[in-house]
């Protein structure tokens, strides 16, 4: 898969895809500190990143620079670019594999920040603990405006509500009876154009503090447990009130799921759909405690 040009010793990390149910910007000067509050869960299913690095005695090390490539097809990936800048001054070649589509929801752009940092961490044997690189791939999605609050869920894996900002990796876990999750994808949503909208982020803003709020009025009692449908409304409803659904087949394909008697609402952010039951060209995934490793 490597030209002979990049060194044989390779790293390997994973990091799993992450849903968001709602969520609110948490604004801060400093990338480091700003993020997100809201409800999210990682998948069974994320990513592979594969790093290597230029050797030392290539004549074209000077000149090359860093590259990411998606499924095999080289892309401009700015985040994973900035996650390599702040750990090394080495020219870093990146593979990036999954079963996923970016911009389509699936939190890819901060699982390949958080797989690169870990992948590079063992190959530079840099010795920065899981949270240092963490924080490093959060504030690179905050730099390029790909993501909130995607990675601290990658960090720790599962299923979590957060009131606090994201940036500071506080999170409560959240137990479901419910195991598994269905999802169409259907197109994607560029998260740069949603964040960078001061009035649709206000109303984004407004519609996740009601849904916190909804969230902490259900009684989830000792064991911290919410039935998954009551998620999916809460969900549902903010998707309307803050905006973001306006693609009209994710609008048709969630009524003709509710005229099922099932429940469904939009994939954060990505034109697309999610609801507790099967439905038409759906696809299964599992609701994951795995969490971001190096292979």
């Known amino acids: 898969m490597k030209s002979a040009k990049y060194t044989s010793n390779v790293s390997v990390a994973f990091a799993p895809a992450n849903i ?32 290597s690095k230029i050797f030392k005695s290539s004549r074209q090390a000077r000149t090359l620079k860093s590259e990411v490539f998606f499924n095999g097809k080289k892309i401009k990936f700015p985040t994973v670019l900035s996650v390599i800048k702040m750990l090394t001054a080495e020219t870093i070649i990146v593979w990036i594999s999954s079963e996923l589509s970016l911009g389509h929801g699936f939190g890819l752009s901060g699982a390949s920040a958080i797989a690169v940092a870990y992948a590079l961490n063992k190959l530079l044997k840099l010795k920065k603990t899981k949270k240092e690189l963490a924080i490093i791939a959060h504030t690179a999605e905050v730099k390029n405006k790909t993501g909130l609050g995607d990675v601290v869920n990658q960090y720790f894996g599962g299923f979590f509500l957060k009131t606090k900002p994201s940036s500071r990796f506080l999170v409560k876990r959240i137990s479901l009876p419910e195991k598994y999750v269905y999802i169409r994808h259907l197109s994607p949503i560029q998260t740069k154009s949603i964040l960078t909208n001061k009035k649709l982020v206000g109303r984004i803003n407004n519609a996740g503090e009601r849904a916190i709020r909804k969230i902490k009025q259900l009684n989830i009692g000792m064991a911290n447990e919410i039935h998954f449908s009551d998620i999916i409304d809460i969900s549902k409803e903010f998707a309307k009130q803050s905006g973001l659904l306006k693609d009209r087949q994710t609008k048709k394909t969630i009524e003709q799921i509710e005229k099922n008697n099932n429940h469904a609402s939009m994939i954060i952010l990505g034109n697309g759909v999610f609801s507790n039951k099967p439905f038409a060209g759906s696809k299964k995934f599992t609701i994951s405690n795995r969490k971001a490793e190096v292979l």
């Not at 801060?28 to 809201?38: A, K, L, Y």
């Open 20 to 51: 968001s149910c709602f969520f609110t910007v948490r604004p801060h000067p400093d990338p480091r500190w700003m993020g997100s509050t809201g409800l999210g869960f990682t998948l069974d299913k994320g990513v592979v990143a594969e790093v």
